[in-house]
């Protein structure tokens, strides 16, 4: 069992930039691949980007590619979301998942939320106009 605490939201104004951390815990961090994804009102859980276990493969969503930069510690068993040029529509509450992967899966990562087994409580940013 993988428990998963998110930090770093909150409320900022657009154009500005901030970090979201992820923190592991009750698992062995360095077997899973990470994921960000978010959530607005109203709207589906979205993948925001991921990264494999090694740290070597990322993926972006098109609407962040550019902004977000995903990065993660595995003596730390933390995963990190840096994002900049924050939009009002980045507002959402945003999710940490760990995804387990196969032995000779270490560059694998997923965009699919089915492929995430362990999530996070959420936390909110909301970004001001």
């Known amino acids: 069992q993988v428990h998963l605490v998110e930090s770093g939201g909150g409320l900022v104004q657009a154009g500005d930039s901030l970090r979201l951390s992820c923190a592991a815990s009750g698992g062995t961090f360095s077997s899973y691949a990470m994921g960000w994804f978010r959530q607005a009102p109203g709207k589906v859980r979205e993948s925001v980007a991921a990264?494999?276990?090694?740290?070597?493969?990322?993926y972006y969503a098109d609407s962040v590619k550019g902004r977000f930069t995903i990065s993660r510690d595995n003596a730390k068993n933390t995963v990190y979301i840096q994002m900049s040029s924050l939009k009002p529509e980045d507002t959402a509450v945003y999710y940490c998942?760990?995804?387990?992967?196969?032995?000779?899966?270490?560059?694998?990562?997923?965009?699919?939320?089915?492929?995430?087994?362990?999530w996070g409580q959420g936390i909110q940013v909301t970004v001001s106009s």
């Open positions: 990264i494999s276990r090694s740290g070597g493969s990322l």
């Open positions: 998942a760990a995804a387990p992967t196969p032995i000779y899966g270490n560059t694998y990562f997923y965009r699919d939320r089915n492929d995430y087994r362990y």
